[in-house]
């Protein structure tokens, strides 16, 4: 019997061979993903005149930067640090004190390589935790920042919670990522049930939902939301960026993960472009502050 699908696509199909989990997941595709995505392992707002790919990521940070008015000495918990590239951009701009968490062991080595290669060792801890459920005491960080990795937590109300939860009064929480922008009805998703499967198999484990869900969960947990952003047009030329660097780097990236993987991220990326043509899915940012 098919699962109903939840406020947004839920990314099901059949039965793979290997874990989509987001540990399994991120430890499997990190070193092709650096080809893939480049350092920052996220999608970029191309604003008017921007072709490139690493400034168009560099600038989506910069959008979190902006809404979470990162300011110099703050510490900061970056929630799905990825290989670490935005939080070392934040400890060598701001002088921020970041601790990185993941659930991917591969993602800690390259981000502490990366922090080391950089000088920013003493500035940056990674370590790693689970977002919905970090460990960390109450009350200890000036910023939360979560950058396109909420959508691989399903305990979305848990991910906030522990954000609202360890922030300082007065402290501010930013999050950007993927959103759905329509909700899918079961036939839809019955319909859809081959390009989700795909999504999953390469994105892996994955569930979207829109700006006013994160607003509701913030709210509730007694944050003010001030900063609401929808990048859906802007981040739309990453999948032409995406394809490009499929077919510049095919080589290396068959050689890491294989030839299969290569052609079903190729393909992932025409059907990430039929969503956010068609209105199902996209992408916004969204800030609130603890009182
Ligand atoms: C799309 S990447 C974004 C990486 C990074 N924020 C960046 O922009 O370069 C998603 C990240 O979320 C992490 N992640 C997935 N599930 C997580 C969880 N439950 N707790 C913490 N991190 C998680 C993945 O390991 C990966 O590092």
Known sequence: MEELPGPGPEIRGP?????????????????????LLGEELHYGVFDEGVTDLAVATGELTRRMIEGGR????????????????PACRLAQEF????????TSEEGIRAAQERAKAAGLAAQTSFELRDGTD???????FDRVWILESSHLMRRRERLIGEAARVLKPGG?????????????????????REPLALLREVFGDARMEGLGDYRALMEGEGLTVDHEVDLTAATRPTFDAWQANADRYRTEVVELIGERAWTAFRDSCDVLAGFWDDGTLGYGLIAASRP
Do not use: F, K, M
């Open 70 to 85: 990162i300011e110099q000495g703050v510490s900061i918990l970056d929630v799905g640090c990825g290989t670490g590239a």
């Open 15 to 35: 039965p793979v061979s290997q874990s989509h989990a987001p540990a399994a997941h991120y430890d499997r595709v990190t070193a092709a993903w650096r080809y």
């Open 172 to 192: 501010r929480v930013v999050l950007c990522d993927i959103t759905r922008q329509r909700p899918l009805d079961l036939a839809e998703v019955r319909r859809l």
């Open 95 to 102: 002088g921020a004190h970041v601790t990185g968490i993941t």
């Open 134 to 140: 970090n460990g960390l005491p109450d009350a200890s």
